[in-house]
């Protein structure tokens, strides 16, 4: 159900100020220490410990996201595409000369993402589970305060609670013809179970991603990054709001579910982005213990710059936000 607005709003003043607060602090998290937690932390063992699980074979295509303009609830200069909430995400577009925002909400929480002006399209997840959302553009008056230009209601239930975290979205963006998707396909040649393949993932990422202190500095006080999987394969390093994107570009590309989690990581509170797999089988080794059909930590940040001593088992991760 599709409706128009023209009256004045707070956008969620303290959600929208967070999100920033957090891509901001994102830009500097990273390798100065802690671990990867929940059996996420660590270097590659070696030897690479064990996997198990039923048989694994790439997938012949890819499950892909897409602004469908055809199906799109528009008005007021917006479009809201809400035809594959099923698959787990919605698309919006719009037109304006001020800043933009296009707001997902359920419940009490919300996630507030920046959208073009010019009408290009952007793909966020449905990840708050099944019932009642709001999808809504908004649109900058002065400081915090923006007006909903167009919103609409729809009661979501999801194919499955992994739906989201299988496709590409704004945050997790790569299509058929994506170096990362290349990349993936390569690594996962030849593994037996989907063990193997986050194994795979895993220790390449680690062993070829390196943290990039000058790109921390740069970003430490912008706001709106948005990592490109393909650019940090391209350039071997990332902060890691680009090691989480790029993890989960390639095993969601492998048809194996993937979260992008940032929250905060203790005893520092750093401000920091990990993934959460989720598997059909097992991967075991020193420092990881993914266990069968359920969601398991993997922290390739904290992995890869080796430090791995003072977070522990990951009890002491904070989720915030998830993409």
């Known amino acids: 159900m599709a409706r128009v607005r023209r009256h004045t709003v707070s956008l969620a003043v303290a959600a929208v100020a967070a999100l920033l607060l957090c891509v901001v ?4 998290c990273g390798g100065s220490g802690g671990s990867g937690g929940g059996g996420g932390g660590g270097g590659a063992t ?10 694994y074979a790439v997938p012949s295509s890819l499950a892909l996201s897409a602004f469908h303009n055809d199906f799109a609830q528009t008005g007021n200069g917006c479009a809201i595409d809400t035809s594959a909430l099923a698959e787990g995400y919605v698309g919006a577009a719009a037109s304006s000369d001020s800043r933009l925002k296009f707001q997902v ?13 010019d009408n290009t399209p952007i793909v966020v997840p449905v990840n708050m589970g099944d019932g009642p959302y709001n999808f809504r553009v908004m649109q900058n008056t002065s400081g915090n305060n923006y007006v909903e230009l167009f919103s609409v209601v729809e009661n979501v239930k999801l194919n499955s609670e992994q739906a989201p975290f299988l496709v590409p979205n704004m945050f997790v963006n790569y299509n058929d013809s994506s170096a990362v998707v290349a990349k993936a396909r390569e690594l996962a040649a030849g593994c037996t179970n989907q063990g193997d393949v986050v194994r ?3 220790e390449w990422v680690v062993a070829n991603i390196t943290y990039d202190h000058d790109k921390a500095a740069e970003l430490a006080s ?6 490109d999987p393909d650019a940090t394969l391209a350039s071997g390093t990332g902060i890691c709001f680009d090691y989480a994107s790029l993890g989960a570009a390639m095993l969601r590309s492998l048809g194996i579910p993937c979260k992008v989690v940032t929250g905060y990581v203790s005893p520092d509170d750093v401000y920091h982005a990990w993934n959460m797999v989720y598997i059909d089988g097992e991967w075991v080794s020193v420092e990881i213990s993914i266990k069968p059909n359920d969601w398991t930590r993997v922290d390739l940040t904290f992995a890869a ?3 791995a001593s003072t977070v522990g088992d990951g009890t002491s991760y904070t989720d915030r936000y998830t993409y």
């Open 25 to 28: 602090a994102l830009a500097g």
């Open 46 to 55: 070696g030897d690479g410990g064990s996997t198990s699980g039923p048989d």
């Open 105 to 117: 909400s359920k419940g009490d929480m919300s996630y507030n993402y920046d959208l073009p002006g």
């Open 200 to 202: 795979n993932i895993y």
């Open 222 to 227: 912008a706001t709106g990054y948005v990592p």
């Open 305 to 307: 710059s080796g430090a």
